[in-house]
């Protein structure tokens, strides 16, 4: 890869994995808490059978490079939905978007720290 992709792609995932700051875009993760009437077997027998159900949710950023048009925004949203949680895209410039980004703005989703690579190999 050459340093401009790998660039992006680094920028794009700590977009991601970052606290949302300004994006255009947000998208849900649903999260499952530690339910202390389930041990950890009953719980992912519950997950598999489809009878646990999330009880929180985390927003992430869609990647600016990607929130640039409704139609990179349903891939991203796609390839979410595939990869990590279920949910819809919000646009942070409507009352909805607006109101969980001042919500969520600055709180880490991860609560981890990132660091930029520009190199792969």
Known sequence: MDTEVSSA???ALDEVVSAPVSPRYLVPRFVIGADPRFSPVVAGWR????SLRPDGVVWHAVPSCLGVNAERVDGFVRAWHTWVSGGTALFTQQPEGAGVLAAHHGV???DVR???RTGWS
Not at 47 to 50: K, S, V
């Open 47 to 50: 997950l598999l059978a489809r």
């Open 114 to 116: 990132t660091v930029m």
């Open 9 to 11: 792609f680094a920028t």
């Open 108 to 110: 880490d989703p991860l």
